[in-house]
C-alpha cells in the first residue's frame, strides 16, 4: 500500500459557476480571450465558460462573453452543440465514452478556437475511513478522512481530488489539489489531506477525478506561476494553454467517481 500524506502549497484558482472562474493573466495587457471547459462523465454535463481576460490589479470581475458558437465532436464525427444559459455554454445530452478524444471549437465572429482533450476510463475509488488526527499539533484538531484506490497499471494517470462537506463543495485555493502517479503506478493507494480536519456529524464526500495530461500540465502551471511570484511585485507570463489561435484556457475531458462517509462519534486511529 502506498500511503500519499499530501500537504500542498495554496495557489490561486478561482473557480466559478460549473467550474468556476479562472483569470491566469497578471499582466497589464489587451484583454486576450479565456476559454474554461469541462466534459465530465458523473455527471453527463459538458460546460464551457467564455471571458476576456482582466488586468491582476483589477477588482473588476471578468467580462463574460455571449454570442459564441459553442460545439464538441466525437472522435466519430458526432457534433453536439452547447447551448447558452446564464452566462455559461452547457449540454447534459453527451455520454462520454472512456479513451475517447474530443475536440472543442468555439466560434467567436471570424475566429475560431480550438482544442482536444481525451476522456481517460474512470478510476474508482475502492473504499473511505475516518481517524482521530494525530497532527493537532501543528494542524487543527478532528478527524482525517482517508480515501483508498488502485491506481491502473501500465499506464500514466493524472488526477483532482474534490472535496464536499455537509454538501457544499470546499474551494478555498488551499483546496484545489491535483496529482500524478509517478510514484504509484499500478499500486493500491491511500490518500490522506492532513491539513484537512472535520467533526463528529460532518458528511464529507470526496470525488476522484481522472484528467488528461494536458488539463493537468495546465493546472501544475497555473499552480507554480501563482507560488513562484506570491512573494514578488513582477507579473509572470500566462502558462501554456491547450487552445489554438491564441486564447488562453482549457478543455478537459474527465472521468471521476466519488464516495461520501459520515464522521461518527468514538472513532479512533487507524494506526
Keep these: 500500500m502506498i500511503r500519499m500524506k499530501l500537504i500542498f502549497p495554496v495557489f490561486i484558482l478561482l473557480f466559478w459557476g460549473c467550474e468556476k472562474k479562472i483569470d491566469v493573466d497578471l499582466n497589464e495587457t489587451n484583454p486576450v480571450i479565456v476559454i474554461e471547459g469541462t466534459l465530465s462523465d458523473n455527471p453527463n454535463l459538458a460546460c464551457v465558460k467564455i471571458s476576456n481576460t482582466t488586468s491582476y490589479y483589477s477588482s473588476e470581475p471578468a467580462e ?15 457534433e453536439f452543440e452547447l447551448i447558452e444559459n446564464n452566462g455559461q455554454y ?49 494542524f487543527q484538531e478532528g478527524y482525517n478522512v482517508y480515501l483508498y484506490f488502485h491506481d491502473p497499471p501500465g499506464e500514466n494517470n493524472y488526477y483532482r481530488l474534490k472535496m464536499f462537506l455537509n454538501g457544499e463543495e470546499e474551494d478555498a485555493p488551499e483546496d484545489f489539489i491535483f496529482f500524478d502517479d ?29 484528467l488528461d495530461k494536458a488539463a493537468y500540465e495546465y493546472f501544475s502551471a497555473v499552480s507554480e506561476l501563482i507560488d513562484e ?40 486511529s487507524l494506526k
Design 64 to 78: 463574460m462573453l455571449a454570442g459564441a458558437t459553442v460545439k464538441i465532436t466525437d472522435e466519430e464525427g458526432r
Design 182 to 210: 509517478n510514484n504509484t503506478n499500478g499500486k493500491f493507494v491511500e490518500l490522506r489531506i492532513r491539513r484537512k480536519t472535520y467533526e463528529v456529524g460532518d458528511t464529507v464526500t470526496y470525488q476522484l477525478q481522472t
Design 229 to 268: 511570484n506570491s512573494a514578488v511585485s513582477a507579473s509572470p507570463a500566462n502558462p501554456n494553454p491547450n487552445f489554438s489561435n491564441g486564447a488562453l484556457g482549457y478543455f478537459s475531458a474527465y472521468s471521476c467517481d466519488e464516495k461520501t462517509i459520515v464522521i461518527q462519534s468514538k472513532i479512533k
Design 90 to 138: 452547457l449540454n447534459n445530452s453527451i455520454i462520454p465514452d472512456a479513451n475517447c478524444q474530443y475536440r472543442l471549437s468555439v466560434t467567436m465572429g471570424e475566429n475560431v478556437y480550438e482544442s482536444v482533450s481525451k476522456m481517460h476510463r474512470t478510476v474508482f475509488i475502492d473504499s473511505m475511513a475516518v481517524a482521530l488526527n494525530e497532527d493537532y499539533s501543528v
